[in-house]
């Protein structure tokens, strides 16, 4: 079933999205400053287009469970973690190979991959997928630990000279997609997906 309010908001994050890359490309790239609005804006619009991506891939993910069993669910999550793992280390082999100071270890593809696998463990539990988002989102701000390694890049810990053109650690980004979740369920359980 479709749902025209969540089409509108995907359509207006892709507009968006289009819109903050033609001018990254432009200024960076093209050393044109065409659209000269400050850099303030330019980086709550990433924000805001980013969080609402990640929160819109969670909350979708748990609207599968109106008509498919767990077993699917896990099945089709495997597939598309596997389209995306591919199309992620694509993006890492042409960047490292055309832009390498800037190249994309872990970007919001490999971020999307991964953060489905482990959401299969709490596409169930609003709950639970409530109280881990919110730990995850206050963890960045609460933690005191210097811990940097290359192998915890994908959780948020990167050596401190790491240069990428697009990052998306699981902390604190995956606390979106988990609240994602929990409200996704939440519109299930209350019947509110008719308002959408």
Do not use: C
Not at 143 to 152: A, R
Request: hydrophobic share 55%.
């Amino acid at each position: 079933m479709r749902y025209t309010a969540l089409d509108a908001i995907r359509w207006t994050s892709v507009l968006g999205m289009i819109f903050f890359h033609a001018n990254y490309l432009l200024e960076y790239i093209f050393i044109q400053d065409i659209i000269p609005f400050w850099d303030g804006f330019w980086n709550i619009m990433r924000y805001m287009i980013v969080i609402t991506f990640i929160f819109l891939a969670g909350f979708v993910s748990v609207l599968s469970l109106q008509r498919n069993s767990i077993d699917t669910i896990i099945q089709k999550t495997l597939k598309r973690a596997g389209i995306l793992s591919f199309l992620a280390l694509s993006v890492t082999i042409v960047t490292y190979l055309f832009i390498p100071e800037f190249g994309i270890s872990w970007g919001i593809l490999h971020f999307l991959a991964l953060a489905s696998l482990i959401g299969i463990f709490t596409i169930r539990s609003w709950y639970l997928a409530f109280i881990l988002g919110i730990f995850v989102l206050s963890f960045l701000y609460v933690s005191s630990l210097d811990i940097t390694s290359v192998f915890l890049i994908p959780i948020g810990f990167p050596p401190w000279d790491y240069a990428s053109a697009d990052y998306y650690p699981l902390i604190p980004w995956f606390g979106y997609y988990l609240i994602g979740q929990g409200m996704g369920y939440i519109f299930i359980r209350y019947q509110l997906l008719r308002y959408l």
